[in-house]
């Protein structure tokens, strides 16, 4: 079975463009680390995985810090959509 693919959105790069610089490159460097990697090989589980409950289409979001990530997946393609990144306390 062969990795996923992962998409960043236009929207999830203008919200990480509006964090403070220190918290984006924390953000960015948790990202390549170790999220993407993951994500790549299983996007559902996790300990910092959880699917939304209410979305459509599904929505899952990963914890990075004080920070969310959501995202969305596409099996058919194998692909992942990062939708966003927020603050915890803005994110629901």
Known sequence: MSE???FETE???KTLDKIPVPESRFIRRKLDEYVYPQLRA????G???KKLRGYTPDTWRYRIGRFR???TVDMVDRVEFVLAVDLRRDAY
């Open 42 to 45: 299983g996007p559902f589980f």
């Open 69 to 71: 990530i959501f995202y």
């Open 4 to 6: 996923f693919r992962i």
């Open 11 to 13: 929207e999830f790069g």
């Open 47 to 49: 300990t910092n995985i």
